[in-house]
């Protein structure tokens, strides 16, 4: 009988034009795709070009595309050095902010291409080619993925989030942060914050407890690992907003993320609909404000734009927040599919 092959299916994680290839051996045969792309692929025989063909296309034609190794190793060696230090995303952004972004810059410094060099091995950890995916549909009873809204300060993350919550609070949560502050008479333990020593959130901060974690007028911040499971837990979608550097360690099995970058419109439109905001620059409501400047708005389209350069390929869903209710309604619908339809997922999650 014929035994059924197993199938790999990959997600492009960059765009490829065999148009523009001049490696490719036949330019007629390479099949060209975009980052986001499922592909199957058909064969792996030949080291340096597979053969494969859009995942759910109704007439696919199969086409060579470069082989994962052989991708890496010419993006490894093409890149210039500069790209290899964390993009600035330029920003004016709260004390807290501030000081987080900068340890967390400090550590992903310590990664250099030097010592790849000199061993003839490129540093191809970091250089997005493929990932291996399979369909994953979330299970009666099976935890909610968590949901990560990323994007720059301004956009309209906050507003967002709380739209959901207030649309179906016993449906989203959101996770309590920790603070080494002292409590304020009106606040409890464990509703605005949990209150812990200083030498306590050291400690978790030392033992990975925080996802993300800073300082504010001498005292620490920060969003824990159990927060989000204890969310989780009450079988709530738990939705999340970090800095997109974080991605790396929350994508896991366990929370399998479903990430999707907000991104702010054209220049004029945010003109248009922003002339009157505030702009919210904490992380909560208790943040400070101030109006929106025309210096802000192309910072933020910066800022979108040096995340999407970056993590573009962790993204599964981009929404543009030109009008809040049209981007929260893509959103609500966004977050509906997830929990009901087949999505791909990188292949160890489903193990
Ligand atoms: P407060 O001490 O007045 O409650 O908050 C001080 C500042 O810390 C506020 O701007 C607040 O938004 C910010 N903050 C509180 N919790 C967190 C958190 O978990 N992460 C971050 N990034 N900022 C926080």
Redesign the pocket.
């Known amino acids: 009988g014929l035994a059924k092959e197993p199938k790999v299916y990959l997600r492009a994680l960059f765009d490829y034009n065999p148009e523009e290839d001049k490696a490719i051996p036949c330019r007629e045969a390479g099949l060209a795709f975009r980052r986001g792309d499922v592909l199957q692929v058909v064969c792996q025989d030949d080291a340096t070009w597979w053969q494969a063909k859009h995942e759910g296309d109704v007439n696919p034609r199969a086409g060579l595309i470069p082989s994962k190794h052989f991708q890496e190793r010419r993006l490894a060696l093409r890149r210039p050095m500069t790209n290899t230090q964390p993009q600035k995303i330029s920003r004016k952004p709260?004390g807290?902010?501030r000081s987080?972004r900068l340890s967390r810059r400090d550590k992903k410094t310590n990664k250099s291409m030097y010592e790849c060099k000199k061993s003839e091995q490129y540093d191809t950890a970091d250089v997005p080619t493929y990932e291996e995916v399979a369909p994953y549909r979330k299970g009666h009873g099976a935890k909610h993925r968590l949901v990560i809204l990323v994007g720059p300060t301004g956009v309209g993350l906050n507003e967002m989030k709380r739209k959901l919550l207030i649309s179906d609070p016993q449906h989203f949560g959101v996770t309590i942060?920790?603070?080494s502050?002292t409590k304020r008479s009106q606040e409890s333990d464990g509703v605005?914050?949990h209150f812990i020593s200083k030498h306590l959130f050291e400690t978790d901060i030392h033992n990975n407890k925080f996802i993300?974690?800073?300082e504010?007028?001498g005292?620490y911040?920060?969003?824990s690992v159990d927060s989000v499971r204890s969310v989780l837990a009450k079988n709530k979608v738990c939705l999340l907003d970090v800095q997109p550097h974080t991605l790396k360690h929350l994508r896991t099995a366990e929370f399998k993320p479903y990430v999707v970058f907000v991104k702010p419109p054209s220049i004029e439109r945010l003109r248009e609909t922003r002339k009157n905001a505030k702009i919210i620059?904490?992380?909560?409501d208790?943040?400070?404000s101030k109006p929106f400047m025309e210096e802000d708005f192309q910072e933020m389209i910066n800022a979108a734009q040096l995340m999407e350069n970056q993590y573009g390929h962790l993204f599964e869903k981009v929404i543009v927040n030109d009008d809040l209710a049209a981007a929260f309604s893509e959103l609500k619908l966004a977050l509906r599919k997830v929990e009901t339809e087949t999505h791909w997922v990188p292949i160890s999650w489903t193990h």
């Open positions: 709260s807290f902010r987080f942060p920790h603070t502050r605005e914050y993300e974690h800073g504010y007028k005292n911040y920060g969003t620059s904490g992380k909560d208790k943040g400070s």
